[in-house]
């Protein structure tokens, strides 16, 4: 995918990955990535520094590891990524920052932002399709008068509807003059201060002698509509229509069939069993906020039939599927938020950051259904109502990417959303939310392969409460 991104005709810069596992012994990775992985890519054209140091107690601890990739980011001049997902702005956070991590995105609060320039960090403001963290944040800058050069806007995760409909990064800068910011600086922070903060400031990021002729133009610097757009001195875009050519590598067969669960999975092995002879236990439950990356830990009390405890009222079952290594393993819990009904399930192949399979449902045979759907077609998002497929999106490429055109993914994308609100859901972007179930570096309380993760104690929890 860097090497797709080097191809094309528009700027595409990556950071190198540092957290593969993102939080060791917490999960298992198809792939683990090594100090000596990130030397390596800090050398390849394109990179600019190393991404999301995620494992933020791998940092204030002195992990060797992670030392070890940003002392190799360093020595290449290039910039360490943060990701600090704790609201702990204490001792812990400054010894974060003190490791390296030049950059967060993870702040959801005012404070957030402050502290992360106070502490020399650049603060990235994020407007996800769902996470809405600019509103809260950029106050820092509108009301506080912190100095905005400090500041970078960003959009984090952003399914393919979001990018075809709404946009990708006019959309975060329309949403942030119309959050008060001044469109000069909120064009700053998506230009200029991005282009400092990765070092390229004297190639890119302003319209000046010297710098490639990267411009778009826009007739009205509120609602910025994208009228032209110029990429290394070319008109590559005009009026909506793209004017030249997107190349694309062939992808390997080996990027292809990823999805290894083993024998077909049956309804029992989505079941959470109780303790003999009880008729009902006390759960722990991922709470999911509208919204917001991060979950809450809640709990309910739930009836046990047949030796299995069963989701009630707003909670549903999720399990999440071993997929990379065929061992086949399947590890149960409970979410709340969705607001599904009926027999639903949906699985997605997509579930940062091992990318194993997440499957949440109301009903445990159509959640086996959906898992062997995506272990068949190589990896997507699927939804089923009552034993029928509701919408499937094909993502061939590792599970998680497709080589159809963005307009036919997004097509897709907008059914998976409807058939999601078909079975009762109401949340915002419900489909984001569900992809990050297993990101076990954000708290309260996530899935793995391994169980129930408390995201705030980095622990592995039993899903019944005292047991
Ligand atoms: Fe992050």
């Known amino acids: 995918m860097h090497d797709e991104g080097l191809m094309q005709p528009v700027n595409i810069f990556t950071q190198m990955p ?49 030392l070890a990739e940003m002392a190799a980011t360093a020595r290449a001049g290039k910039t360490i990524g943060g990701h600090y ?35 020399g960090m650049r ?17 820092a800058i509108t009301e506080l008068g912190l100095d905005s050069r400090n ?65 778009i133009f826009t007739s009205d610097l509120t ?12 008109t590559v875009a005009l009026n909506g229509k793209v004017l030249t050519d997107c190349p694309h590598v062939a992808w390997p067969e080996a990027a292809r069939r990823t999805v290894r669960i083993g024998a077909d999975k049956i309804a029992t092995e989505f079941m959470v069993a109780a303790p003999d002879g009880v008729d009902a236990v006390v759960v722990r439950v991922i709470g999911v906020i509208e919204n917001q990356a991060p979950t809450k830990a809640l709990e309910a009390t739930l009836p046990v039939r047949d030796g299995y405890v069963i989701a009630q009222g707003n909670n549903c079952h999720v399990s999440l599927v071993e997929r990379h290594r065929a061992r086949g393993s399947v590890s149960n819990a409970f979410v ?13 192949t997509v579930a940062h950051d091992s990318h194993h399979m997440i499957v949440v449902g109301t009903c445990h045979e159509n959640m086996a259904l959906a898992a062997n759907r995506l272990a068949e077609v190589g990896g997507g998002v699927t939804v089923w109502n009552d034993g029928v497929e509701q ?16 307009i036919t993914v997004a097509a897709k994308a907008d059914q998976i959303v409807q058939a999601m609100a078909d079975c009762g859901c ?39 409460k005292g047991v």
Not at 86 to 105: C, K, N, R, T, V
């Open 223 to 234: 609602t910025l509509p994208i009228n032209r757009v110029m990429a290394r001195g070319k």
């Open 336 to 348: 709340s938020g969705f607001g599904y009904e009926g027999n639903m399930a949906i699985a997605s």
């Open 85 to 119: 997902a704790s609201p702990d702005l204490g001792p812990a956070f400054h010894a974060y920052a003190a490791g390296g991590p030049a950059d967060d995105h993870e702040g959801t609060r005012e404070v957030d932002a402050v502290m992360r320039v106070r502490q």
């Open 18 to 66: 540092s957290c593969a596992p993102s939080a060791p012994g917490l999960e298992t990775t198809g792939f683990e990535i090594s100090a000596d992985d990130v030397a390596e890519a800090m050398a390849w054209p394109g990179i600019v520094g190393l991404g999301e140091m995620m494992n933020f107690p791998g940092v204030t601890n002195g992990d060797p590891q992670m």
């Open 151 to 215: 500041f970078i806007l960003c959009t984090d995760d952003c399914h393919s509807g979001t990018l075809i409909n709404d946009g990708h990064m006019n959309r975060v800068l329309r949403h942030a003059i119309s959050c008060g910011c001044d469109p000069m600086v909120a064009l700053q922070m998506a230009t200029i201060n991005t282009a400092t903060h990765f070092g390229l400031e004297r190639e890119l990021g302003s319209i000046a002698p010297g710098r490639r002729a990267d411009v």
């Open 391 to 406: 919408a499937l999106v094909e993502l061939p490429i590792a599970g998680l990417m497709s080589d159809a055109p963005a």
């Open 123 to 139: 603060a990235m403001l994020r407007l996800g399709s769902a996470w809405y963290d600019v509103e809260t944040q950029i106050t």
């Open 426 to 464: 109401t949340l915002n972007n419900a489909y984001m939310q569900h992809s990050l179930l297993a990101l076990v570096v954000i708290p309260e309380l996530r899935i793995s392969d391994l169980g129930l993760v408390d995201v705030t104690r980095f622990e592995i929890t039993p899903v019944l």
